[in-house]
């Protein structure tokens, strides 16, 4: 729906002309929208409280619209390697945030502080990224909010 619409509802639900189902069909509209874009922005799979921290190589990197995904291949203390799934904002919302598609390539080496999956899987919700390919000119060393 877009902003117009929205507003017509509205017009619609307040006008005391109108009849019921007109306006009752307003009311409903207006609800929906208001409850999809609520339940799409929910960070409710992710443990919010706390931060994680992880340190690994970037193994694919998808920055596009609704939500940007980074994989990164982080080792344990044993040496062992994990893919971890992370979540970011939209392409839009990090050029927002003063990211451009340079900062941080694949291959490049990265630090991350992140909400972690509920469930204890492989994934978080990007908080911040910090790259750490040596190149000031992308940004190394700097600390930039994904999400």
């Not at 619409?5 to 207006?30: E, F, H, Y």
């Not at 409850?35 to 994680?52: I, P």
């Not at 982080?74 to 927002?96: H, I, M, N, P, Q």
Request: charged share 20%.
């Amino acid at each position: 729906m877009t902003f117009s619409t929205a507003k017509c509802a509205a017009q619609i639900a307040i006008d005391p002309n109108a009849s019921w189902a007109v306006t009752m069909a307003a009311v409903v509209i207006l609800a929906t929208v208001a409850v999809g874009a609520a339940a799409h922005h929910s960070h409710g799979n992710y443990e919010m409280t706390d931060f994680t921290n992880l340190q690994g190589v970037v193994k694919e990197l998808h920055l596009m619209n609704p939500h940007s995904w980074v994989y990164l291949e982080v080792k344990d203390a044993k040496g062992e390697t994990t893919v971890w799934a992370l979540e970011a904002t939209s392409s839009v919302g990090l050029t927002r945030n003063g990211i451009n598609r340079d900062h941080v390539r694949v291959g490049d080496t990265i630090k991350v502080r992140c909400h972690r999956l509920r469930d204890g899987s492989n994934g978080c919700l990007l908080g911040y990224v910090t790259p750490l390919h040596g190149d000031v000119a992308r940004g190394n060393g700097v600390e930039r909010l994904w999400d």
